[in-house]
């Protein structure tokens, strides 16, 4: 009866629909029976999937109680909820006979789960950025490593921006800020982050967050809204999360191995370029705030020059000019660079590096000891760690030390890269410079840091030099 009368046949069992006899009716809506006639036919909707029992309901509401215990031992946050498809293998081993999808339209009931809903913005010219960083594995100088992409995206301008760095430390998050703003010319007036330690010190509750004092102090400088998403809502900042990925794929799935990471940032920069030919950056740079000087991010402190003119910070020896053995120089710690002052006058710079025992020396310190004595030259690690300018050395000027020193001195205002081609260009006409091809770090040199301190004693004591080196 129920089936007749549910695809419009009589019950008589007649193949002729009901509504065909209506229509001859005077006073009937014409419309509404044809539409009947030509729609399909609807069945009783009251049936329970027959495998989704009581009792396995009864089970996954024992699952979901382990869960939240689960959730107040590793604390907020943590990415070890059992997933659906590891509740149905768990619930199939213990004798269950129900499907996947069906365990899922359960668990979700269950758990009350709503679907969200995301309402479309809409943002000004420098209004809004949003930051978020990135890894990324390359190939530099041989070694494959990890590294970091510090992404800034902007939502009114479509236009993306990245730097690569070592680490995602507090000194590389504030740099990344500086080095944006730069470049842009300009400050916005909101920077969206996630949840990350960098912006978030502690959170107090549940939806108190404590923000990083140093990020504070730099938003009251350049004049920006720090704006922090709410936990596990990524798409809160949608446009920095895509520009993580859409980088990492346009500019290091084909290209990932180079020399240096400087290396890497031009390529990177040069694809950039590319990839916002067709944003609207130029345009958004007129309604920036006001740009303002690069916010001094350098951690300072004081260091002894000890009797080999080396300076020690964070386990690492950096060179300084040798007249100032013995005193107490300021030195300037920034993410990537160290900058040595006396007198407020900068006397050295260097690229940072880190790990214990390891030495950044510039054969530009110890020229007056080189003079008096040449021979010390030839296996100083000063001379070693630039090997392009040992490779020159040993091809032109290994028996003639002396004029080695000579030229250096003549061009000590110079930088090194410039030292090295004026040296190329003087020695052409004599044979073919092939440059080494690998380049060793000083800590690869065939002396540890202990002897190459004794080295280092050679050349500013000259009571140890022994007359053959002369």
Request: proline share 3%; charged share 30%; glycine share 6%.
């Amino acid at each position: 009866m129920k089936l007749y009368q549910s695809i419009g046949m009589n019950t008589k069992g007649s193949s002729e629909p009901r509504q065909l006899h209506e229509l001859s009716k005077a006073d009937v809506d014409t419309k509404e029976i044809q539409e009947k006639l030509v729609s399909k036919p609807t069945y009783p909707g009251n049936r329970k999937p027959c495998k989704y029992t009581e009792k396995l309901e009864e089970r996954l509401k024992e699952i979901l109680k382990s869960e939240a215990r689960k959730d107040v031992l590793l604390g907020v946050g943590h990415k070890q909820n059992m997933t659906n498809k590891q509740i149905h293998e768990l619930i199939l081993s213990e004798g269950y006979d129900v499907g996947i999808t069906t365990l899922g339209r359960g668990l979700a009931k269950l758990r009350n789960r709503q679907k969200q809903v995301f309402i479309r913005q809409q943002y000004e010219f420098g209004d809004r950025i949003e930051y978020d960083f990135g890894a990324v594995r390359l190939i530099i100088g041989g070694q494959l490593g990890t590294y970091h992409m510090a992404v800034i995206a902007s939502t009114a301008g479509k236009f993306r921006w990245c730097k690569l760095y070592t680490n995602e430390k507090k000194a590389v998050f504030m740099d990344s800020h500086v080095k944006f703003f730069e470049y842009v010319g300009g400050i916005y007036r909101e920077v969206v982050y996630d949840n990350m330690k960098n912006v978030v010190t502690k959170f107090i509750g549940k939806n108190e967050k404590e923000l990083n004092e140093d990020l504070i102090k730099m938003s009251m400088y350049y004049g920006f809204k720090i704006n922090v998403t709410n936990c596990f809502s990524g798409n809160e900042k949608g446009t920095a999360e895509k520009s993580v990925d859409v980088l990492r794929t346009e500019l290091f799935t084909i290209n990932f191995t180079f020399n240096t990471l400087d290396d890497a940032q031009v390529y990177a920069d040069s694809r950039l370029k590319k990839l916002n030919e067709h944003s609207l950056i130029d345009e958004e740079r007129q309604q920036l705030l006001p740009y303002r000087p690069p916010l001094e991010l350098a951690a300072i402190t004081t260091a002894k020059v000890d009797k080999t003119s080396l300076i020690s910070v964070d386990t690492v020896k950096y060179s300084v000019p040798e007249e100032f053995v013995g005193e107490t120089v300021i030195v300037k710690k920034y993410h990537d660079e160290i900058r040595v002052f006396s007198q407020n006058n900068e006397i050295a710079r260097h690229r940072r590096t880190f790990g214990r025992d390891t030495l950044k020396t510039d054969i530009m310190h110890y020229l007056n000891t080189f003079s008096r004595k040449p021979g010390a030259v030839n296996n100083s690690v000063a001379l070693k760690s630039i090997p392009k300018l040992k490779a020159i050395f040993d091809t032109f000027y290994k028996d003639k030390p002396k004029k080695f020193i000579e030229f250096l001195t003549e061009n000590k205002e110079r930088s090194i890269e410039e030292i090295i081609e004026l040296l190329k260009a003087k020695t052409a006409d004599k044979a073919e410079f092939i440059a080494i091809s690998v380049v060793r770090s000083v800590s690869q040199i065939d002396v540890n840091a202990r002897s190459s301190m004794s080295n280092y004693s050679l050349l500013v004591n000259p009571q140890f030099v022994k007359d053959g080196d002369m």
